[in-house]
């Protein structure tokens, strides 16, 4: 079982790469074009996928004791 603390500062990383995320997403379709834009797109996506599992691993893991 994860503390407390720890808990939360791994909520925040999850937050933190879903806000990164459309950061990217903007940057690479509005800014960028060409194969630079379609690898920003790519490192936003993996952020996604990952900033979203960990918010859902930390949602149901449910409260810590």
Partial sequence: MMSAGLKELTSFVGI?????????????????SGWFARIISLLAYLCLVVGGLIVVYIVFSGPTQ
């Fill in 16 to 32: 933190a790469l879903l806000i990164l995320a459309i950061v990217f997403i903007q940057i690479a379709r509005n800014k960028l």
